[in-house]
């Protein structure tokens, strides 16, 4: 479908595949509860299509109504959670971390302060889940080791290359993989009960602060 004002076109995304991070960060952001009608239909148009409120103003009311009702249908379907565990952006094959449970402690903490802001962060989140993959044999391949650095230039590249749909499955995917976690503890409660104590707060809080940011 697309928007039609002053004879440029204007493509309004069906799925949500077709909606980058950038864009739905934007609309996270920004959007008002509070506002009226009329301003959340334009605040959705533009965040979605990226095109400015002031243009959008432009448009006639019959088109408008037809192009909300269709991002109406989009939000409407929430993002699939299916981990997507490759794609490929300018040439350059990338690879969700293939164990979780073995993240370092570098790792780990960057994910923690990135989680604090939820979608504020998640291109950031992505970074560090997804990185080049440097070596593959069968079925199985092994991703570039973490580096702050190359981390913070990928997670500025993902903002445009990553859709909705890839985000959404990684961020479920580590939600489980921290209730999981949660889990283990608890059987090993009995050995440790300070420990077990330090890791179960330290890790509800970042539940806490992942389902915040995926809902």
């Given at each position: 479908?697309q ?21 739905y ?20 148009i ?10 959008i ?13 269709r ?78 650095t ?66």
């Open positions: 479908m928007l039609v004002i002053n004879k440029q076109e204007y493509y309004i995304p069906a799925k949500w595949n077709e909606v980058t991070l950038r864009q960060q934007k609309f996270m952001a920004t959007h008002n509860k509070d506002a009226s009608a009329s301003e959340q239909e334009l605040h959705l533009s965040c979605f299509t990226g095109v400015s409120p002031a243009i103003g432009k448009a006639k009311k019959s088109q408008i109504t037809k192009v909300v009702n991002l109406a249908l989009l939000i409407e379907e929430k993002p699939s959670e299916e981990l997507i565990m490759e794609f490929e952006i300018n040439g350059t094959e990338y690879g969700f971390h293939p164990n979780l449970q073995e993240l370092k402690l570098k790792e780990f903490v960057d994910l923690d302060n990135a989680l604090s802001d939820g979608w504020k962060n998640m291109h950031k989140i992505m970074s560090i889940l997804y990185r080049p993959i440097v070596s593959r044999k069968g079925s199985k391949y092994e991703i570039e080791e973490y580096d702050y190359s981390a913070k230039s990928r997670a500025i590249q993902f903002l445009d290359g990553l859709s909705v749909e890839i985000v959404n499955g990684g961020a479920a995917f580590f939600l489980l993989i921290v209730r999981e976690y949660i889990q283990i503890m608890q059987v090993y409660s009995k050995l440790d009960r300070t420990k077990k104590r330090q890791h179960i707060r330290q890790t509800k809080k970042l539940l806490r602060k992942t389902m915040g940011g995926t809902q």
